[in-house]
């Protein structure tokens, strides 16, 4: 296998992943809120806002950083925080969650723009961040993996449609499966372990695109072209 073969194997493999996981904590995350704040509609549509949000963000910011670094090692940096804080989510979000819901006194009931914004906070709190690292994933790629202008709309296609496949996978797989069979808990833990892997493969995709790590940006575009 060739490396610009290899490569564009990893770059595949890498969106596909990324979106994947951010359907696992999307649909993961759904049921953890569920917990403290009840499976209403309210908790859906909070987790459904805040990810859209988190990856419209991430999508933009993922586009900025690769027209400045023009490398794959920097996506490392936030695979490895989104891994970081998807693993100890079972560890620091319960008492954040708790504050939340704890603040409305336990004798009255909660008015009803709490009951819709609560979960809104809760979300935000613990799956923005990680969502928003996760997004950066596609628009990066595109401009790592585009050799010419002339490749860009294809290359941006198959990229979006990798990802889009890798959230088809998440959906089912955490909906039908992994929530079935293993706590929440342990799918985070499991979610994290992933985006560190990933972290760690943006490392090589350098070495097999031929960008060493010295070369400037501009002639890592002229040696493309």
């Known amino acids: 296998m060739s490396g610009t073969t290899l490569a564009r194997v990893g770059a595949g493999l890498l969106v596909l992943a990324g979106g994947f996981a951010v359907m696992v904590l999307e649909i993961a995350g ?13 908790v859906w549509i909070s ?6 949000v988190a990856l419209a963000i991430g ?12 490398r794959a090692w920097p996506l490392s940096i936030p695979l ?3 891994g970081g804080i998807t693993w100890f989510i079972p560890v620091f979000t319960p008492p954040v969650i708790r504050a939340i819901v704890m603040r409305h006194p336990l004798d009255q009931p909660i008015p009803l ?33 585009a050799q010419s202008v002339e490749k860009v709309g294809t290359v941006s296609g198959l990229v979006y449609a990798s990802s889009t496949a890798g959230s088809i996978a998440g959906v089912f797989v955490s909906g039908y499966v992994l929530l079935d069979l293993f706590p929440v808990s342990t799918i985070f833990r499991a979610t994290g372990l992933l985006l560190c892997l990933l972290s760690a493969m943006s490392l090589g995709l350098d070495r097999w695109m031929g960008r060493g790590s010295g070369a400037t940006a501009n002639g890592a575009d002229k040696a493309d072209r």
């Open 30 to 42: 759904a049921r953890y809120l569920a917990r403290d704040f009840g499976a209403s509609f309210y």
């Open 80 to 82: 490895a925080i989104a």
């Open 113 to 145: 723009v709490w009951q819709k914004l609560d979960p809104v906070l809760g979300s935000t709190l613990v799956f923005f961040l990680p969502c928003l690292a996760l997004a950066i994933l596609s628009p990066y790629v595109i401009r790592l993996a």
């Open 47 to 52: 987790q459904i806002g805040v990810v859209l």
């Open 59 to 70: 999508y933009a910011a993922g586009g900025a950083l690769a027209d400045k670094f023009n």
